[in-house]
């Protein structure tokens, strides 16, 4: 057993550059309105990458820039047309568009503008690289990145990320990191995780058994028990196991692993957790803390915005009102400005109902 430290209640109610090979070989983006329908941007409708091009040109060419123009264009595409407009752009004016948006725009805006460019099975590899490049990791990137991907991602991902860096992922995060945090990061990269079917009641029991075990029947914490667990067992399993250890424990999973654990691997081991239970929730409570309190944190902001809002944009939006009692609409308007302000705001989709 480990230190009480409550913040969870037993009661409380838990949410069920870009020559790359893809480019060389004729992929221009991942479609991912064909695999999803609760984002917020979708295929823009009687779309001319031509049009979208000149426009585009027209917009940062001579004496001032249109930041407008750019970002009604890019927040309105999706990833697949924004990779078409980019290729228009090179076969009529001779130019790189990321390059020329670098050089017309500043900030936060530039950030979030490139961000947009950069083509979908690009984007977590691209920022998994900066997360652990440099003096210092970005804990935070690898975590959320690693907790919220399905296995079929982080196979793409570590696939793309040897292809477009000409490195093993595995290699340079082991490198970078330590300890139990390190393992269940492994663990999470192998996408060895149980794929969902037919529920074993036998082996539910078991696991909520084992973890009980390992947490609060245990003076220290068997961590490598919720590492094997969390780490490979099925999302369906998994949901099981919780419902089952509340009912042997008296405990959420959530307060065990608060008490029990600490530093990265809590956080991580929760991010997991919290995936499995509900993966917009998870984002609703990314984004929410990404701005509550003095300054925000634009660069899970950034992220967040950009990777979710062909997905599940729409879902992430109303577990933020639901869980919070705040909308998302009205926490961008609040806490950012200018045209990163505008962009987001169309990124975001609209305010709830």
């Not at 509900?278 to 990404?290: G, I, M, Q, T």
Request: charged letters at 30%; a neutral charge.
């Amino acid at each position: 057993m480990a230190r009480p430290r409550g913040r969870f209640s037993r009661t409380t109610s838990i949410i069920d550059p870009f020559d790359s090979p893809w480019k060389r070989t004729g992929w221009t983006g991942c479609s991912l309105a064909t695999k999803y329908s609760r984002g917020t941007v979708k295929d823009f409708s009687g779309f001319d990458a031509r049009a979208d091009a000149e426009a585009l040109r027209k917009a940062m060419k001579g004496m001032g820039t249109d930041e407008e123009t750019i970002l009604k264009i890019l927040t309105s595409r999706s990833n697949a047309q924004r990779q078409e407009i980019a290729a228009a752009f090179k076969t009529l004016f001779g130019r790189d568009l990321v390059d020329d948006l670098k050089s017309e725009l500043t900030g936060k805006f530039e950030k979030l503008m490139v961000s947009l460019m950069k083509p979908a099975q690009l984007f977590d590899p691209y920022e998994l690289k900066h997360a652990i490049k440099g003096a210092g990791t970005n804990e935070k990137v690898l975590t959320e990145i690693l907790a919220s991907r399905t296995p079929a991602e982080l196979r793409s991902i570590k696939q793309v990320y040897q292809e477009e860096y000409e490195s093993d992922l595995e290699d340079k995060i082991t490198g970078e990191t330590s300890g139990f945090y390190q393992r269940m990061l492994v663990v999470l990269l192998q996408a060895n995780r149980d794929p969902d079917g037919r529920i074993d009641e036998g082996l539910v029991e078991q696991d909520a058994q084992v973890l009980f075990r390992a947490g609060e029947l245990k003076w220290g914490t068997d961590e490598e028990k919720f590492i094997t667990i969390l780490g490979t067992r099925s999302v369906s399993h998994l949901r099981k196991v919780f419902d089952k250890y509340m009912t042997i424990s008296g405990f959420q999973i959530e307060e065990t692993i608060d008490r029990e654990t600490s530093g990265d691997l809590e956080k991580l081991l929760l991010a997991v957790v919290k995936c499995v239970r509900n993966v917009p929730a998870y984002f609703a409570e990314c984004l929410f803390y990404s701005m509550k309190g003095a300054g925000t944190d634009d660069d899970t902001l950034i992220r967040i915005m950009v990777s979710r809002s062909e997905i599940d944009m729409l879902d992430i939006r109303r577990e933020l009102r639901k869980n919070f009692a705040k909308s998302l609409y009205q926490m961008i308007q609040k806490d950012t400005s200018g045209d990163y302000r505008k962009a987001l705001l169309l990124l975001c989709g609209g305010e709830d109902d």
